[in-house]
Nanobody, 121 residues
């Protein structure tokens, strides 16, 4: 069974940095290959829809960012370790949310449980 697990969230002050990680397990057992799938980071604030934050292509050659995080966040992946990362710099109060990693295979959607990021002075 494929599982995604995020880590690295926490409480930081505005202007500080956090590095999130997402570890994918069970890929090989399930017959999947991590590098076959573009990966995404989403975030969600209570009462609002989940928002796409960043996306990375299969081999990391292409990335896309929401305008709200462009220039501050960097998405990356390590296909040898089946991990996805999100480096978040110059954090703002409005970046406070639960952050999720995600990929889709055909009509199957894989989400992690999320990690809380709180930015507060």
């Amino acid at each position: 069974q494929v599982q995604l697990v995020e880590s690295g969230g926490g409480l930081v002050r505005p202007g500080e940095s956090l590095a999130l990680s997402c570890a994918a397990s069970g890929m090989e057992v399930s017959g999947l290959v991590f590098s076959d799938y573009p990966m995404k980071w989403f975030r969600q604030v209570p009462g609002k829809d989940r928002e796409l934050v960043a996306e990375i292509s299969r081999f990391g050659t292409k990335t896309m960012y929401a305008d709200s995080v462009k220039g501050r966040f960097t998405i990356s992946r390590d296909n040898d370790k089946d991990t996805l990362s999100l480096q978040m710099n110059s954090l703002k109060v409005e970046d406070t949310a639960v952050y999720y990693c995600y990929f889709r295979r055909l009509d199957e959607h894989y989400w992690g449980p999320g990690t809380q990021v709180t930015v507060s002075s």
